[in-house]
């Protein structure tokens, strides 16, 4: 049995460029797939949130009462433990998933900026799904670069934000972002699922790509 980190956004609102509040949270596909798959698989999650606090799904991503129901039979996601205070060599895989929550909190955290960066080095399996890779941003090197220069990654493109209608409100673009970081960017047709994996380091593109980023971190793991 294996164990793995979920870190998960603790944010409920996405700050838009005009000041607005945007109402969000992680998104509901990209927890509960990729938690049923490892789960199944026989291995163990834990759910990690900036400050313990519980996570709250995106009511968007939550479109019926069964969906809600998965969701309350996470136990996990009532009982964060603190990002702050984890180890990821605690760990045997590391998981991100997304929902635009991730561009409030943990672009911009420095403790999961350190945490990516050792779990990245240590060579173990790292999944980062749809927005998760905002998370990447806040990583850096001793040099002050980004680990993940170089790497060929996907995430949340500019034509999918467009398509979602928030491209013209949103502070700043995932993708853009990661380009000017030095990554390698891979982007797929709009909402498909598309993974890419380079390394140790497995990314999806959206949330039709949590299934195969999971199935891609099982393999890697063994």
């Not at 891979?186 to 909402?191: K, M």
Request: charge should be negative.
């Amino acid at each position: 049995m294996a164990t793995i980190l979920f870190v998960v956004t603790g944010a409920d609102v996405w700050t838009l460029n005009d000041g607005t509040a945007h109402p969000t949270g992680y998104w509901a596909e990209e927890v509960l797939v990729p938690y049923r798959a490892f789960t199944e698989a026989g291995h163990q999650v834990t759910v990690a949130t900036p400050g313990a606090v519980a996570p709250v799904a995106d009511r968007a991503s939550v479109p019926d009462e069964a969906t809600a129901e998965a969701i309350a039979a996470v136990a996990e996601l009532r009982r964060p433990v603190k990002l702050e205070d984890t180890d990821p060599a605690d760990y045997d895989a590391v998981f991100y998933p997304g929902g635009h929550g991730p561009m409030e909190d943990l672009a911009v955290s420095p403790e999961s900026g350190r945490l990516l960066t050792r779990a990245l080095a240590s060579g173990r399996p790292l999944g980062v799904v749809c927005h998760g890779p905002a998370a990447l941003l806040a990583a850096r090197t001793e040099d002050g670069g980004s680990p993940f220069a170089g790497y060929r990654i996907t995430a949340f493109t500019n034509d999918e934000e467009r398509q979602a209608g928030l491209a013209d409100k949103a502070p700043w673009l995932l993708q853009d972002r990661l380009v000017e970081l030095g990554v390698d960017f891979a982007a797929g047709e709009p909402w498909a699922p598309h993974v890419v994996v380079d390394r140790n380091l497995v990314t999806g593109q959206n949330p039709a790509s949590s299934a195969g980023a999971a199935e891609e971190l099982l393999r890697l793991l063994g």
